[in-house]
């Protein structure tokens, strides 16, 4: 739940038109590390590809009780801002493709 409320407050400031008093120094300094994996369609994806957008990067797995809860969160953040300028990317720790894709079939995540 404090995620969910951490990527609510974000959102608020960043779509909401409110004035950050960050440098842009800090905010380099804060960007994550790039990184390259597959999707699920085996495709490889960097995170340096979204470079120049809002991302909301959620680290999570399909046997994580807490992971489940707040993917619905996430996916209505995704199908609610994907045309205002926030891309979700959701990384899965799972180690089975089979059970991710079970799961996020099950559940109709996009």
């Known amino acids: 739940m404090k995620r969910l409320i951490i990527v609510v407050l974000f959102l608020a400031v ?3 038109g ?3 008093a960050w440098s842009a120094d800090a905010l380099i300094s804060s960007m994550a590390p790039d ?3 597959k999707d699920m369609q085996d495709k490889e994806v960097s995170l340096s590809s979204f470079k120049g957008r809002a ?4 680290f999570w797995a399909s046997w994580c009780p807490t992971c489940t809860e707040e993917m619905p969160a996430i996916n209505k953040l995704h199908k609610d801002y ?3 300028g926030l891309t979700v990317v959701t990384v899965s720790t799972d180690k089975s493709r089979t059970g991710l894709s079970n799961y996020l079939a ?3 995540f996009d």
């Not at 991302?55 to 959620?58: E, H």
């Open 14 to 16: 960043v779509f909401g």
């Open 18 to 20: 409110a004035r950050s």
């Open 35 to 37: 990184f390259t994996l």
């Open 55 to 58: 991302v909301l990067l959620n």
């Open 82 to 84: 994907v045309g205002k």
């Open 106 to 108: 099950k559940n109709q």
